[in-house]
């Protein structure tokens, strides 16, 4: 093995720092997506040279190559990975997989929880209203998902609003916005330099759910006032804690100027995709993978060159 192993360990961190503008410039859908995807395959890539790093201590080890037919001596001599390097992939490895685990776990049994309580809330219909004082609205999935909004929610707004907010969930809901949000978590759970890239697709998928209200609509003035006031009567009438797999009009945990920018973007035109961008974004997806398989080709040779048997 190579220098290539290395780079796919330290592109997810590059893509950290890159996802919030990217999020915030291109197209909301396509942000989702082109997120979504790349964190899944930097984590994957990532992992995968983790991988190679430990296999390539291992094997070194006289008590598996002596096992399996491999030279030693060979595997020290031609591969230049430390014993620091390999010694560190392992641990790291074991460390991303149990908590990659760990989350799947716990969000499937989320999960399995969120559908149950939907098809516990009352009525048949896909959007229910409670006698909750405080302002709070938010989708649940499930089979069927189901809308949740509270009367504080609705007093707040004029009927204009209402029908924004309850567009805006639609969104989240007839989109499935919360497999992207659990699949950019997953990412971020097994390499944490993922992590901006998680809280950008949060903030992706409230911008996608803003835009088809807009369009919805035909008012993006209307659907940036709602959002605003949906934020100063949650924010009056602290409201509940949203439930651990449901996405409401203010995100789950907002980042700081999350909603401001929201506003400000609805009262921008409709967004476009800028293709440096994108060109930009792929090309960083691509090292990783192209690395990780160079990686990978790298230390099936060197198996090949130390096989004695």
Known sequence: MHLAVYPPLLLPALAGLSA???ARRLEPRLATWLLTVAGLVLALAGTVALGLLALAGLVRLPMFSGLDGYSPEVLAREDPAAWPAAAAGAVLLVLAASATLRFAVRRARALWSAALDAACLPGR???????????DAYTVPGL????VI??????????????????HEKAHLDHHHYAFVAFAQM????????????AA?????????????ARGTGDRRAVAETVARAAVATKRTSAGRLPDTALG????????????RRVAALLQPAPRSPVHLLLIAGLLVAMSTVCALDASHDLHELLELADVR
Do not use: C, K, Y
């Open 20 to 22: 919030g503008p990217l």
């Open 249 to 260: 009009a203010l995100g789950r945990h907002p980042a700081p100027g999350a909603v401001p």
């Open 201 to 213: 697709v949060a903030f992706s998928v409230e911008r996608w759910a803003d835009e088809d209200a």
């Open 150 to 167: 509270s009367h504080g929610m609705l007093d707040a707004l004029d009927p204009v609003g209402q029908d924004i907010i309850l567009a």
């Open 187 to 198: 990412s971020a759970a097994a390499n944490p330099f993922l992590r901006p890239l998680a």
């Open 144 to 147: 069927p998902g189901r809308i």
């Open 125 to 135: 219909d896909a959007v229910v209203v409670t006698e909750d004082r405080r302002a």
